[in-house]
């Protein structure tokens, strides 16, 4: 069983029942779902995923008015009930993992990602914010919301950036893509700076990701999970994640072209592919096939005045 499986079927079989019997004032006002850090959340865990914080447990989300009620109370219950579900040993926690299920208030759980308490105001309050966080704290699935007001929050998030600060990353991220990857890979493995070339084609695959999140108006995971992701995109996301896997997984054979000579022509693939969606969506019209020159032009489609006139390499 995956891990968001047993965490709902543990809630069906003892969470609602609890609140059912010992919080039925409140059955119709408390949230119930597995949302936040852990490979489960994202639905990736697998039998190496479960020496640590994996097993049964849910989250609850309240109101503060209701977190500051009965909060303590939920949670000396939610203690009570059995370790064990179908199975499955008590779920196994972490020094850093020990927050990661139980009853929170719902401004302090999005807090404790985004900063906030609310939903961003601005461009500077969105751009400050990790963009892993926001991934972790609109994945997983809310069981039950009868009150709505979690799910609210979420679903404001996952309506993603505003448009002026998408345009901005993907203009940043054309920038560094080219930079690492078009210009930057080749020029460090001719000078034998293999070092360096390796750090290119890393820093590389990592805006390539980026960007196409980006495109696909989805936050991107933390790094361990961010190329395994990229398979449910839409646009660009399963034939750019074989790409890499190809550049990481190529070696030097009994090939025409050299080991460094492939990694470049995939490299070259990327962006070409990268360059027809960006002219697809008209946010670029530059017939360069240096993904350099695209980078600007996406950033002239910014409204906001203060972004821009950024640095376009800046985000």
């Known amino acids: 069983m995956k891990g968001m499986e047993i965490a709902e079927g543990y809630w069906w079989k003892y969470g609602a029942p609890l609140i059912e019997q010992k919080f039925d004032d409140y059955k119709e006002r408390i949230a119930a779902g597995l949302v936040g850090d852990g490979s489960d959340c994202f639905g990736f ?10 097993g049964p447990g849910f989250c609850l989300w309240l109101t503060k008015q209701d977190y500051q009620k009965i909060g303590k109370k939920l949670d000396e ?11 499955i040993e008590a779920r196994k926690v972490s020094d850093q993992g020990g927050d990661r299920v139980g ?33 972790v704290c609109t994945n997983g699935k ?5 009150l709505k007001e ?4 979420r679903e404001a998030l996952k309506r993603f950036y ?18 690492s990857g078009q210009y930057n890979f080749m020029r460090c493995a001719k000078r034998s700076e293999y070092v360096a070339a390796q750090y290119s084609e890393t820093q ?14 989805r936050y991107k995971p933390f790094y361990k999970w961010m190329h395994r992701a990229m398979s449910e995109l839409p646009i660009l996301g399963e034939v750019t994640q074989g790409l890499l896997l190809e550049i990481v997984t190529t070696r030097e054979g009994d090939l025409m072209e050299s080991l460094y000579d492939k990694k470049s022509r995939l490299i070259e693939k990327i962006c070409a592919n990268i360059i027809d969606e960006l002219r697809k969506e008209r946010l670029s019209d530059s017939p360069s096939d240096f993904l350099l020159h695209h980078g600007p032009i996406v950033q002239s489609k910014i409204k906001d005045l203060e972004l821009k006139n950024l640095d376009v390499m800046l985000e």
């Open 103 to 135: 009853v929170f208030e719902i401004g302090g759980f999005y807090r404790r990602f985004i900063g906030l308490d609310r939903i961003p105001a601005s461009n500077r309050e969105w751009r400050a914010i990790p963009e892993g966080n926001l991934a």
């Open 142 to 146: 809310v069981f039950t919301d009868p």
């Open 150 to 153: 979690f799910t609210s929050f």
């Open 204 to 217: 590389f695959l990592a805006d390539t990701i980026s960007l196409i999140f980006l495109l696909n108006k």
């Open 162 to 179: 505003p448009e002026d600060v998408r345009l901005k990353k993907i203009a940043s991220r054309c920038m560094t893509i080219a930079q």
């Open 45 to 54: 865990d697998d039998e190496i995923s479960r020496d640590h914080d994996w």
């Open 77 to 87: 219950e939610l203690k009570k009930l059995p370790t064990e579900f179908e199975g």
